[in-house]
């Protein structure tokens, strides 16, 4: 019998290699082929994946374009923005660019924290923790509102589909909602969405196409949860390896879920369906309050730092600062002007 591919002599006799792409079989002579799509997953693409004999091929979701090293995909159209709300003003940051701009400042007295965008009216939507409100403003034009009163919470989620707006209680132990056309009449207008058995619910997102939410628990038995938009179905998707995930982010491309976690000083992520869980461990996470996925890059608020950091949401590497002001950095979102 011969080898199925290249034979070369050695010291101890004749011996069989593969072709790149393949691995030499358990007889020592075949060659079988290597699925990179399986074995090295988001290393290989960063979104579709196709096998072949000795080889694989990337290819990119509708809206995204196939760089010229064949593997990272890159949103087309306009360039996209970081949101960041650092004390009391809302700031983006073009992440092509780098170019830097105020989007809106409010009251000095006033701490801008978390926030959100509606990319179909074109609002921000923030907590002001001064006077326990939510609260917005039209990014278009100078007109601005009050949606809500008498809140405290720690994430704020836009529904753009069906306009809502969602928020955590972390002391009640509540996911509560609104509706984002509300205006404030000195009578709190909102929806209990989840009760009872919330164990401190903290970072929250949402899948407006798909109807679903997702939420971390910080409580004694820290874990990462999902439900329909109207409460229903809820079941947890992890609560092993987690300490206190204080940040969530979507990577629909990939369909998975991304987690900073403060008291692990990790950054975490796992499909949808909570299996493939990989966690990476990084020193410099040390108080996360808010995280973004675009394209390759896991972006969040670190709050003792006052800075605003990214890592390649694959391997961690590439740790870069992107935003350092005089002033904690809460709340951080992507915006594509205009991609869901």
């Not at 410099?284 to 996925?293: E, G, I, M």
């Amino acid at each position: 019998r011969s080898c199925a591919h290249l034979c070369y002599p050695s010291p101890q006799g004749p011996r069989c290699w593969c072709d790149p792409g393949y691995r030499l079989a358990e007889d020592g002579l075949s060659c079988v082929d290597i699925n990179e799509c399986m074995e090295q997953r988001e290393e290989a693409c960063t979104q579709t994946c196709l096998n072949a004999p000795g080889s694989y091929s990337c290819g990119c979701l509708p809206g995204y374009l196939l760089e010229p090293d064949g593997h990272v995909c890159k949103l087309t159209g306009p360039e996209p923005m970081l949101l960041v709300a650092v004390q009391s003003e809302v700031l983006s940051y073009g992440l092509r660019s780098g170019r830097e701009e105020v989007l809106l400042a409010a009251d000095k007295d006033r701490v801008v924290f978390s926030l959100d965008y509606d990319l179909v009216e074109g609002k921000v939507f923030w907590m002001d923790l001064a006077t326990e409100s939510i609260r917005w403003q039209n990014l278009n034009s100078t007109k601005k509102g009050t949606l809500v009163k008498g809140v405290r919470s720690d994430c704020i989620a836009v529904d753009w589909l069906g306009r809502n707006l969602y928020w955590t209680d972390g002391a009640a132990g509540q996911v509560l909602a609104t509706h984002l056309g509300a205006a404030w009449r000195g009578i709190p207008e909102y929806t209990v969405v989840m009760d009872g058995d919330l164990d401190q619910p903290h970072s929250l997102v949402l899948r407006p196409l798909a109807g679903l939410l997702y939420w971390s628990e910080v409580g004694s038995h820290p874990r990462l949860m999902e439900a329909t938009m109207d409460g229903g179905r809820r079941h947890v998707l992890l609560a092993q390896g987690l300490g206190w995930p204080t940040a969530l982010a979507l990577d629909l491309p990939t369909w998975r879920i991304f987690w900073l976690d403060e008291k692990l000083g990790s950054a975490g992520s796992a499909h949808l369906d909570g299996t493939s869980v990989k966690v990476l461990q990084l020193g410099w996470v040390q108080s996360p309050f808010a995280a973004a996925v675009c394209e390759g890059q896991l972006y969040w608020s670190e709050r003792k730092a006052w800075s605003v950091q990214q890592v390649d949401k694959t391997s961690g590497k590439n740790r870069t600062v992107l935003l350092k002001r005089h002033g904690q950095p809460h709340g951080l979102q992507v915006s594509t002007w205009g991609n869901p």
